[in-house]
């Protein structure tokens, strides 16, 4: 099942029943727990890859689990050396090989937060309600005493905590937002009936290169200055609005002799190996962004949103490359 994005948490409808979940910054996996002795554990994907073979930990780890269960929910990778969540890590652990794969879970270990349980005793649940699966969840980690790597995603029925965790929780590594859900729905799969809310915070960026052309912008390729001058790609927009496009346009100049970017290829996506057609252009404009939590080493790994130009800024007043996301209003 999945979620349609929103900009803020839903207003509660009278007599609606409503939870909401922390959403980290994971891979959605389901987990298969083998019907008897003698067979697989079988981790999925969402598109539909098994991927135990790179995740050995938890298929050892599954011991815990009964069978015919199958949980819904984020793989995460614990870094002990950074002591926090790392997505890179994450992508590490899961391009791994079998061969590969056991050395690598010991230095990232795997974690799983299960927010669903879809079958049980080989029976399936998908047409029960959020709020018999979620208790049915519940009982399952007392029963069996499920330690790490099995986590239950914290959830709460009361909107005021939920927008505590949105503003306040989202300042931990690897906590995104919330994921909005009815407690009376069923498990649809494929379908968008869950809602998802991000933590977003207003920064700058500098205007290193654009796609389209000067008059017509279409994409802005974002910078930041390295502690060196150097100007370091930091991600980019999604595409424009006509009236940001004509925005940007008015006061958008040719690049000169010397652009640090000149002849570079930037992917069209986070993880893609596409590039994009740029047009670079002279870095002294000052984008004000809109951005989600997702930064790996200094970079948005989702499209940003352009909010407006800070004709007011100078390029040395932005946040140096790495220096996370410092809100405007904390100015």
């Not at 090989?97 to 010991?106: D, S, V």
């Not at 052309?213 to 609005?241: F, K, S």
């Not at 909010?307 to 405007?328: I, K, M, Q, Y």
């Amino acid at each position: 099942m999945l979620a349609q994005a929103a900009e803020a948490v839903p207003p509660v409808r009278p007599h609606a029943a409503v939870a909401y979940e922390q959403k980290l910054d994971g891979h959605r996996m389901l987990v298969f727990t083998p019907d008897g002795p003698g067979g697989r554990v079988l981790l999925q994907t969402r598109r539909g890859n098994l991927v135990q073979g790179a995740f050995p930990d938890l298929v050892a780890a599954a011991e815990q689990l009964p069978h015919g269960l199958v949980l819904d929910g984020e793989v995460l990778v614990w870094d002990p050396e950074a002591g926090a969540l790392s997505f890179e890590g994450l992508q590490r652990r899961a391009a791994a090989r079998a061969r590969t794969a056991p050395a690598l879970a010991a230095r990232l270990p795997a974690y799983y937060m299960a927010f669903d349980i879809l079958q049980q005793d080989g029976t399936e649940l998908l047409t029960l309600p959020q709020r018999e699966r979620r208790r049915r969840l519940e009982v399952l980690f007392a029963a069996r005493a499920l330690t790490a790597p099995w986590t239950l995603c914290p959830m709460t029925t009361d909107v005021a905590t939920a927008r505590e965790w949105l503003e306040s929780w989202t300042d931990v590594s690897g906590v995104e937002g919330l994921v909005v859900k009815s407690l009376t729905g069923r498990y649809t799969p494929g379908y968008r009936g869950w809602t998802k809310v991000k933590r977003r915070d207003t920064t700058e960026a500098i205007i290193g290169a654009i796609t389209g052309t000067l008059t017509h912008p279409q994409l802005l390729i974002l910078g930041r200055h390295d502690t060196t001058g150097r100007l370091r790609t930091v991600g980019r927009t999604v595409t424009l609005r006509p009236d940001q496009a004509r925005q940007v346009a008015e006061h958008l100049t040719a690049a000169g002799p010397g652009h640090p970017w000149a002849g570079a290829k930037f992917a069209a996506a986070w993880g893609r190996r596409d590039v994009l057609d740029l047009t670079v252009v002279r870095p002294d404009l000052v984008a004000e962004i809109s951005a989600d939590r997702a930064v790996d080493h200094g970079v948005f790994r989702h499209p940003v949103r352009f909010t407006r130009l800070r004709l007011d800024v100078g390029v040395d007043d932005v946040a140096r490359f790495g220096e996370g996301l410092p809100s405007l209003d904390d100015e």
